[in-house]
């Protein structure tokens, strides 16, 4: 019996590095997508590399006798779609495959095939030629394949993924093999290791000259803007530019012919964050187009921009110069079913929820999210503090700083245009309590500042500021505390002092502004009990009432810029008895239902919007609370507003105001 060794052999060959933009279909470009359902196998894990042993890859999945053929959708994480343990613990490789037609018309173009994620390392081979490697989950890579299709008839391509976590691999991990032959897959962080083609996987064309990259910062000068652009060509032809920003009609506003330029918006209509102005996540449009000497268009890409600035100093973070409070939460992709696989039906849901309770931001915790949730941050005006799939690493060391590193190159060359994205995170919970933290982190931060210093960078750390040693590299400090929960359980009556010194500690000691990353406890829905006990929806909304109160004051000093309860949705973790079927800590549930908290949550995250931003309260807020005043006409005072802000729970859960009587 043996350990698995695949590994190693996918990361003796990697993608090259070079632009990775989303595909679009234009004018010059095509795009067909490959998902569907996938034929699906998993290997034996006394025997995991036996696939590439008989090269399956060149093979016909269906001629494989010994083989127990499934039919996979993709995109989806394989971990729940059976009934028995034996795919859902799965470790080691997994290999799917497909047929899949390319049109006559294509040849002569190039021809790609971009995986948006796969979790966790990937190997692809079209028509048994190896096209490409790739070993960090959610995070897209491509490969040019127009050498290795046939146009017009069948093509194949086949697919190993492999969910080991090591020491090295971002994040980490160990494997051992018990007693009764399993293999079993172990890691310290609180969520599931999904695996599988999570995310889209597409075939698209571009010409032989083509638009490779674009890269865009934009600035503002009293009502007007800027957009500061490179764009990146590749092939052989002599082409010229037309460089175009349309607004949301599609009317051309400004144009330039050069491939590095800056284009000047008289009256700009600025990005701003939701509730901080009418307009929320305003979008231009930029229009890339290549020409050839006569005019004829070669190639065409069109970017989605938000004209906007962020600034930070040792108190404030800034959009448009104007200091912002993040109201939000540190989230999942994670539901019922399909795992972590790409559903833009919960997408929708979940936007609808964030809008619903009044935030305006959330962390991508612990591993960068779907293109197309941040597609939608962009355009509904949400802030997003991204972060890159490193969590509570330890035992550094030099092959695991490069992956580190890897993975935050990846990430910062897919996010670096988004407006949305307001800070980098360059990982959670890391045991920075260790000397060999200090300069592990200083290389990790400048490498981001290396690549982007356009925005914030932070750590998100569950250390004490005064035992960790990545607090003087970063600019905002973030702080996961957990003082009623996992310390002073049921204790609610020291939560306020206890958040008070953990966080302030932060700024007194590094002279950065601070966030609450993660708070909260866990919930079961339905569980009631008066006076509140632990796991009840009581004790949850008196918790998140004490650490509210903390924060009033904070914000009031100046210093505190943002409060991200942890979690917006129930998620589903690896087995352990301190879980009742995953973690529980959602203010709603994993299939987005409202717990009490949602609803106590939903008044303080609005009150926080009326009183620092002037928002309009929603209608169905209007309701009757005595004396003929109603939640919604409370709001409209400002001197009410902030008393609303300071209240808390009593034992009883409820919600105590001598201005508006008891809620």
Not at 240 to 248: C, G, I, N, P, Q
Not at 548 to 559: C, K, L, N, P, S
Request: aromatic share 12%; with cysteine.
């Amino acid at each position: 019996m043996f350990l698995l060794t695949l590994l190693p052999l996918l990361l003796l060959r990697d993608a090259a590095a070079a632009g990775i933009l989303y595909p679009r279909p234009s004018e010059s470009r095509e795009l067909l997508s490959l998902d569907g359902l996938w034929n699906f196998a998993l290997t034996n894990s006394t025997d995991p590399i036996k696939g590439h042993i008989d090269e399956w890859y060149s093979i016909n999945f269906r001629e494989l006798d010994e083989l127990d053929i499934q039919l996979m959708p993709v995109p989806a994480s394989y971990n729940d779609l059976g009934t028995d343990p034996d795919l859902r613990d799965h470790v080691g490789p997994v290999w799917y495959q497909r047929t899949f037609f390319v049109p006559k018309s294509w040849s002569g173009q190039k021809v790609w095939i971009r995986f948006s994620s796969v979790c966790r390392a990937a190997e692809v081979w079209v028509n048994g030629e190896w096209v490409v490697s790739h070993d960090i989950g959610h995070l897209p890579f491509q490969a040019e394949i127009s050498s290795l299709v046939t146009y017009g008839t069948e093509n194949t391509v086949t697919v190993a993924v492999d969910n080991t976590l090591t020491a090295t691999t971002v994040p980490q991990g160990s494997i051992s093999e018990l007693v009764s032959g399993r293999i079993k897959q172990s890691y310290t962080f609180d969520f599931f290791n999904y695996a599988g083609i999570d995310r889209p996987v597409v075939l698209y064309t571009t010409p032989s000259t083509y638009i490779d990259d674009v890269t865009v910062s934009t600035d503002i000068d009293g009502a007007n803007g800027f957009v500061n652009y490179l764009i990146s060509v590749e092939g052989t032809d002599t082409v010229t530019a037309k460089v175009s920003l349309l607004d949301k009609a599609g009317n051309e506003v400004v144009s330039d012919t050069v491939l590095n330029g800056s284009l000047f918006v008289q009256n700009a209509n600025f990005w701003w964050p939701y509730l901080m102005d009418p307009n929320p996540g305003y979008l231009y449009s930029l229009q890339v187009e290549l020409l050839d000497a006569s005019a004829n268009l070669v190639d065409k890409y069109v970017l989605p921009v938000g004209i906007r600035t962020i600034s930070w100093d040792s108190k404030t973070v800034k959009v448009n110069d104007k200091p912002i409070y993040l109201r939000g939460f540190g989230r999942h992709e994670d539901s019922d079913i399909r795992g972590k696989g790409l559903d833009l039906s919960l997408i929708v849901r979940d936007y609808n929820l964030i809008k619903w309770i009044g935030a305006n931001s959330y962390r991508t915790s612990h591993y960068p999210y779907a293109e197309e949730i941040m597609d939608l941050a962009d355009e509904l005006g949400i802030m997003i503090i991204d972060e890159c799939p490193a969590v509570n690493t330890e035992n550094f060391s030099d092959e695991l700083l490069e992956n580190h590193k890897k993975s935050l190159t990846e990430l910062i060359q897919r996010d670096k245009n988004r407006p949305g994205v307001v800070m980098w995170s360059a990982a959670n919970e890391p045991r920075t309590q260790y000397q060999a933290a200090e300069d592990y982190y200083k290389q990790v931060v400048a490498h981001i500042k290396s690549l982007d210093t356009s925005r914030p960078v932070t750590v998100v750390n569950n250390q004490g500021a005064d035992n960790e040693h990545s607090g003087q590299f970063i600019d905002v400090a973030s702080c996961n505390v957990y003082h009623g929960w996992y310390d002073a359980t049921g204790d609610i009556d020291v939560i306020v002092s206890q958040v008070l010194s953990a966080a302030k500690r932060w700024n007194e000691l590094h002279d950065i502004p601070v966030i609450m990353t993660e708070y909260g406890a866990d919930t079961q829905e339905g569980l009631h009990i008066l006076p509140s006990f632990v796991w009840s929806e009581e004790y949850q909304d008196a918790l998140l009432s004490k650490y509210f109160e903390a924060f009033d004051q904070m914000r009031e000093e100046g210093f505190f810029v943002g409060e991200m309860i942890w979690n917006f949705a129930d998620f589903k973790t690896a087995q352990t008895y301190t879980r009742v079927g995953g973690n529980k800590k959602g203010v709603f549930t994993r299939n987005r239902q409202p717990k009490a908290s949602a609803h106590l949550l939903r008044k303080r995250y609005w009150a926080l919007a009326q009183y620092l931003d002037n928002a309009e309260v929603p209608d169905d807020l209007n309701d009757y609370v005595f004396g003929g005043s109603t939640i919604k006409d409370e709001f409209r005072s400002t001197s009410v507003c902030f008393d609303l802000l300071k209240n808390t729970y009593n034992n009883n859960g409820y919600f105590i105001n001598e201005s508006l009587g008891k809620i």
